[in-house]
């Protein structure tokens, strides 16, 4: 499958615990975007990036923070971790830099925090 | 600021029936439009977008400027559509993400 791939697809932690959520994007996709989505909000952009690069920046929490490795695959590090970031948490790819309109996501990691 | 709201969370319609699921932003500039669909254990994935005004699996929507709405619709509803559907606007063009609502979960009733 070279569709966009997340690990792990659950993960139950304690409060102020550090964890980190991993992302393949798809073969041939250089643009990298996370998404959280709580209860009954809709899907938050956290960030982005692009060949490496952080391109763009949406409400990421300073205890949080992503990188893109040369191999494009990306890593959410959630630090210090909180009830309230229990979420599910998506992997979005694209192909450029700006958004065309169509990102190709993930199953999403879902996250609880105990 | 962006913002889009679908005011509606759960909709049921009858197998047949015409839908509409509402959509409405905010955006002072001139907005690009998506819906998007995550039919039952499947991936988020896109389904049409303002900009080509296509029509896909028999949905069309059309950006309404005035009313500031991207409301989507089909005339008849079929069972195969129950998903959530979810709409999401970019601020500009080439613009980095994607802003989404809360999404709308459709139930077509057989």
């Known amino acids: 499958d070279s569709g966009v791939t997340q690990t792990p697809k659950h993960l139950i932690t304690a409060t102020g615990q550090r964890v980190t959520l991993r992302c393949s994007p798809r073969?041939?996709?250089?643009?990298v975007y996370w998404y959280q989505q709580s209860l009954d909000q809709g899907l938050q952009f956290l960030i982005q990036?692009?060949?490496?690069?952080?391109?763009a920046k949406g409400n990421i929490l300073e205890r949080f923070s992503a990188q893109q490795f040369p191999d494009l695959h990306s890593e959410l590090n959630l630090s210090s971790l909180e009830l309230g970031d229990s979420a599910l948490y998506f992997c979005?790819?694209?192909?450029?830099?700006?958004?065309?309109?169509?990102?190709?996501f993930g199953e999403g990691s879902r996250l609880t925090v105990l | 600021a962006q913002r889009v709201t679908q005011p509606e969370k759960l909709l049921s319609v009858f197998k047949g029936a015409p839908v509409e699921l509402k959509c409405n932003y905010s955006y002072s500039g001139s907005p690009e439009l998506f819906w998007y669909v995550q039919y039952s254990r499947q991936r988020l994935q896109l389904l049409l977008r303002?900009?080509s005004r296509e029509s896909i699996k028999g949905f069309t929507a059309d950006l309404n400027k005035g009313e500031t709405s991207f409301h989507l619709k089909k005339p008849f509803a079929q069972e195969e559509d129950s998903a959530m559907y979810y709409c999401?606007?970019?601020?500009?063009?080439?613009?980095?993400?994607?802003?989404f609502g809360t999404g709308t979960r459709l139930t077509v009733i057989p």
């Open positions: 999401a606007l970019s601020g500009q063009s080439g613009a980095n993400n994607l802003f």
């Open positions: 990036y692009y060949n490496g690069e952080e391109r």
């Open positions: 979005a790819s694209s192909q450029y830099s700006g958004l065309t309109g169509e990102l190709f």
């Open positions: 303002h900009i």
């Open positions: 073969s041939g996709d250089l643009s």
